[in-house]
């Protein structure tokens, strides 16, 4: 698949639920109104889904949320999609997940050939972790991404830099993620979806204050080194660890974009940060072949824009788009 603009399209990130069992500051309202389960696709639809993509030429495929674990008999999605990955046809299957069920999880994700999982911990302060996630506990996501190591799979650590809440934790993530071995990737703030009464505006902390502040203590040393998403990556020299940031406002990552987003209702999103959108639910809900799915899918990824239009100031502090990150995938 090549968008208008020239880029292959071979990551496709899916919402498996928009349910979540956290209700983190920068992303839900505390009182969130979920989806009718009608309106969620089934396991089964989303195997068909994702496999139609895969045939287009999707070669990463990432399941996500909300909480994709929390989603019930979801490891049946997991066995299913797996035999892409005995085929070849599939490079790598992986998850982004909050930790809070990766303990119980994570041998099967192993066995099914999930190599990878990223985790989102933005403190290891326990009260301050409760008080970001709201309903969280910062033992339980540590216990399972321990298991997660034990089994062998790949962790990397994701932390949304919250101005004022965890910009002091800075050196501790890091030291913290090296001694486990893990890969860290600092996030920017992200304007999507209403948020209740938290104003993005408070929580922004740009990315490249952050790297400055770090580059005090630590040498970072440039890397072309990629894995498929946005993240750009240095290599610390004092200890060899990879450090990632995502910086969709202070320098977007638009122009190597490779990636398409489906939610869990089945409407794919050409670009996080546009509203523009495709139905793929209907499509798969009306024909038993996969001829007018694969037709949308198509016609769809003619429309990519060239990048979104993140914004966070004084005179843009409510959200780019309608959506929360936990429906769109992220």
Same mark, same amino acid.
């Given at each position: 698949?090549? #968008? ?11 919402? @498996?639920?928009?349910? +979540?069992?956290?209700? +983190? ?15 969620? /696709?089934?396991?089964?639809?989303? #195997? ?36 892409? /990955?005995?085929?070849? $046809? ?11 069920? /990766? ?15 990223? @985790? ?38 994701? =932390? ?15 030291? &913290? ?6 890969? /860290? ?32 203590? &630590? =040498? ?7 894995? !498929? ?13 990879? @450090? ?19 939610? +869990? =209702?089945?409407?794919?999103?050409? +670009? ?18 996969? $001829?007018?799915?694969? $037709? ?23 959200? $780019? ?7 769109? !995938?992220?």
């Amino acid at each position: 698949m090549i #968008d208008p603009f020239g880029r292959t399209i071979s990551y496709l990130r899916v919402s @498996v639920t928009d349910r +979540c069992d956290f209700r +983190c500051v920068y992303c839900m309202a505390e009182h969130m109104t979920f989806l009718p389960k009608a309106e969620v /696709l089934s396991l089964e639809e989303l #195997d068909r889904l994702c496999s139609a993509f895969i045939g287009l030429g999707v070669r990463k495929l990432r399941l996500t949320g909300g909480e994709p674990l929390v989603r019930k008999n979801v490891m049946e999605l997991f066995r299913a999609l797996g035999r892409h /990955l005995k085929s070849g $046809a599939l490079e790598e299957l992986t998850v982004t997940t909050n930790g809070s069920q /990766l303990g119980k999880h994570a041998d099967e994700l192993a066995s099914l050939g999930v190599k990878r999982v990223n @985790v989102s911990i933005d403190t290891l302060d326990p009260k301050k972790f409760t008080e970001i996630t709201r309903w969280g506990k910062l033992d339980t996501v540590l216990d399972g991404v321990r298991a997660a190591k034990e089994a062998g799979l790949k962790v990397k650590i994701n =932390t949304v830099a919250l101005k004022g809440v965890n910009d002091g934790e800075v050196d501790s993530l890091v030291e &913290w993620a090296g001694r486990e071995g893990h890969d /860290l990737t600092f996030i920017e703030v992200m304007p999507m979806g209403d948020i209740g009464g938290e104003n993005r505006l408070d929580q922004y902390l740009p990315i490249s204050l952050l790297r400055a502040n770090m580059a005090r203590r &630590w =040498t970072l040393e440039e890397t072309s080194e990629r894995t !498929g998403g946005p993240a750009r990556y240095v290599r610390l020299k004092e200890t060899g660890q990879r @450090v990632g940031f995502i910086t969709p406002l202070t320098h977007n990552f638009c122009e190597s974009c490779n990636r398409v987003r489906v939610t +869990c =209702t089945g409407m794919l999103y050409m +670009c996080l940060g546009q509203e523009d959108s495709a139905d793929l639910r209907a499509p798969l809900r009306a024909s038993e072949s996969d $001829a007018p799915l694969i $037709a949308a899918i198509e016609e769809a990824i003619g429309r990519k824009p060239k990048g979104h239009d993140f914004m966070i100031d004084r005179r843009h502090q409510g959200p $780019a788009v309608g959506r929360h990150m936990s429906v769109t !995938g992220g």
